[in-house]
């Protein structure tokens, strides 16, 4: 980009779950890493919940998952979904059926999308329906938890480098 040139207009991009303590934490720091990785310099990223009690902490298994994979959540602070976050994404990608039609309640449905159904758009094979919420389980089920979100968000950036990518 030439000096003279404004910076582009950021992309927006917003995961959305229940408590905004787990799944879309999780996800939130594994795109922020991911977008980095790649040098996207205008997208930005945030998380929130349907049912967010603002400013609780990440659960304890979603920020052991996320420090496993070097990734610290000690910062976040759950956020409720509102319709000003909803204004503000360009992009809303859910973990579940019940948060898309939360978010299509709030008017952001023109915007939203299922992440399993945005990732699995060009292959389905593999993609679960949803994204299962870990809040309460095993370690093992958080790991699974993230690992499975790092393969998604790899393939929603993927999807989205067309547009976004400078």
Known sequence: MAADQPPAEPFRLLFVCS????????????????????????????????????GSPPSDGARAA??????????H???PLTPDSLAWADLVLTM???HLLRVVELGGGDKA???????AADDPDGIPASV?????GSDDEYEATFTLLERLIERALRRLEPIVAP
């Not at 408590?19 to 310099?41: H, L, Q, Y």
């Open 77 to 79: 602070r759950a956020s």
């Open 132 to 136: 299962t919420d870990p809040f309460g």
């Open 113 to 119: 999308s299922l992440l399993t159904a945005f990732a």
């Open 19 to 54: 408590g905004n303590t787990c799944r879309s934490p999780m996800a939130e720091a594994i795109a922020r890493r991911a977008v980095g990785d790649r040098g996207w310099r205008h997208i930005e990223v945030r998380s929130a919940g349907t049912g967010a009690v603002a």
């Open 66 to 75: 996320a420090a496993r994979h070097g990734l610290d959540l000690d910062d």
């Open 96 to 98: 579940s059926p019940s």
